[in-house]
């Protein structure tokens, strides 16, 4: 069965971390490139992260470059999102997203292969 599982969301206060984890079975997450997203209520779905297949690239949102990093165990078929300096703004179910086409991070959204359940990420102000 194939599937991605999100780990590591919870409640932290302003300025607090967390490491989201994102785990593949039933398939090699080595081929794919990885993206992050999130939502937020009342809010669409956005793009957070996102790294290459080969950890060759790796781009960030504006809103947080140089707060966030993301990274990739393939070993373990694992992707991994460090969140530093968090935010009240980035409250957000977050999802990790698989795409086939693993060497670039300009898919769009849609084109994501296979998405997690998604992991709660709340910011105390």
């Known amino acids: 069965q194939v599937q991605l599982v999100e780990s590591g969301g919870g409640l932290v206060q302003s300025g607090g971390s967390l490491r989201l984890s994102c785990r593949a079975s039933?398939?090699?997450?080595?081929?794919?490139?990885i993206g992050w997203f999130r939502q937020a209520p009342g809010k669409e779905r956005e793009g957070v992260a996102c790294?290459?297949?080969?950890?060759?690239?790796?781009h960030y949102a504006d809103s947080v470059k140089g707060r966030f990093t993301v990274s990739r165990d393939n070993a373990k078929n694992t992707a991994y999102l460090q969140m530093t300096a968090l935010k009240p703004d980035d409250t957000a179910v977050y999802y990790c997203?698989?795409?086939?086409?693993?060497?670039?991070?300009?898919?769009?959204?849609?084109?994501?292969?296979?998405w997690g359940q998604g992991t709660q990420v709340t910011v105390s102000s």
């Open positions: 790294v290459t297949h080969s950890i060759s690239t790796m």
């Open positions: 997203a698989a795409d086939l086409s693993g060497s670039s991070c300009t898919a769009p959204i849609e084109m994501y292969d296979y």
């Open positions: 039933g398939f090699t997450l080595a081929s794919y490139a």
